[in-house]
Every structure is written in C-alpha cells, then in structure tokens.
C-alpha cells in the first residue's frame, strides 16, 4: 500500500503517522486529502503534530544519547559540524528552519541535541517551525486538490488536462526538493572549502 492509497483508508491518523514517518509527501497528500471529505483544520493538526513529534524524538535522541550516536554517524560528520556552527550562531533559526533543508530531516534534529541546545527552546522553537512547515505543505497540497477537482468538474471525461495539471503541480513541487538539495550541498562544499583554507 502506497503512502496516498494509505491516508484514503486510514485518513487523520495517516497523515499523523506519515508526517513522523515520511515528511512533505505525506503533508500534501494530505492537505489534497482535504477535498475529499477530511476537515482542512484537523489536517493541518495531524501535520503539525506528526513533525513536531518526530523532531523532538530525534532531538532527544541526539541530546541524551549523542556520543554513542556519533560513532554510527562517522560519514554524516561534516554535516553534524556544519549545523553546530550554524546552531551556535543561530540556534532559534535554525531549529525553526532546518526542517526545509532536503536531507537534514533526520540528521537537523538530532544534531541539534548533540550541540547541547536547551530542552525547552527547542520545544518551543521546534512547535513553531512546525506550525510554519504543516501550513505551508498542507496548502500547497489542498491547493492542487481543489485546482484538480475544478478542472474535472470543468472538463468531465477529458483527462488530458487534469494529468497536464497534475504532473506540473508535483514537477513543481520536486523542483523546489531538488534546488533545497542542490544549495544545501553547494553551500556545504563552499563551507568545507573555506575552512579548509584556513
């Protein structure tokens, strides 16, 4: 069972445990979910819910169990320094906005319980990036949904345009994935770069 075919059977609870299990995939299919029947406003609490809590969960991973995790995470250890020094100079931004960074969803959280940064700020800056993360992917999913079904009620049997629609709707999306990923890493290399030169 595919992760969409998954929150139709499963609704509230599956877009809780994909936002812990999976990410922004599992928010907009969400959000898209939302034009089918599920109400907007508990979709966007099972998304904020979901992120919040998978965040917190790796924080204190890393916070209470950091050294022992940092001999399993010998080929991550430029990245865990890159978010320390990132943390130390601004920890509350970046609790809030690391979650945005492609392929930081795991490592993020829990480096910045290996940087030592407080349990309660965290929590508090973590709830916020998470409200900011489920708003955002949650509308972006309800928006194609609604655009979809628009356009099906417009052209009935004709699909062509709903797949044209569709397929630019979720090109954009994995665009958007893959230049976070794309800065993430030149911006990485670019500070490697640096530090090596000193």
Request: proline residues 2%.
């Amino acid at each position: 069972m595919d992760i969409s075919s998954f929150i139709q059977h499963y609704g509230y609870i599956a877009v809780l445990l994909g936002c812990i299990l999976e990410g922004e995939t599992a928010a907009v299919l969400g959000g898209m979910a939302a034009n089918t029947g599920l109400e907007l406003p508990k979709l966007y609490l099972m998304a904020f819910a979901g992120a919040w809590l998978c965040d917190s969960i790796l924080f204190l991973v890393g916070h209470y169990y950091g050294p022992t995790i940092l001999k399993y995470l010998s080929k991550y250890q430029d990245r865990i320094d890159k978010i320390e020094r990132i943390i130390h100079k601004h920890d509350m931004l970046a609790i809030i906005g690391l979650r945005f960074l492609y392929g930081l969803r795991t490592i993020g959280p829990m480096s910045i319980g290996i940087a030592g940064v407080n349990s309660v700020r965290f929590i508090i800056c973590n709830a916020v990036g998470s409200a900011l993360w489920s708003a955002i992917f949650v509308t972006i999913g309800y928006s194609a949904g609604k655009i979809f079904e628009e356009q099906l009620h417009k052209i009935g049997t004709n699909l062509l345009p709903i797949l044209i629609i569709a397929v630019f709707v979720f090109s954009i999306f994995f665009i958007i994935r893959i230049l976070i990923s794309k800065y993430t890493r030149r911006s990485h290399k670019t500070n490697k770069s640096a530090l090596e030169h000193k």
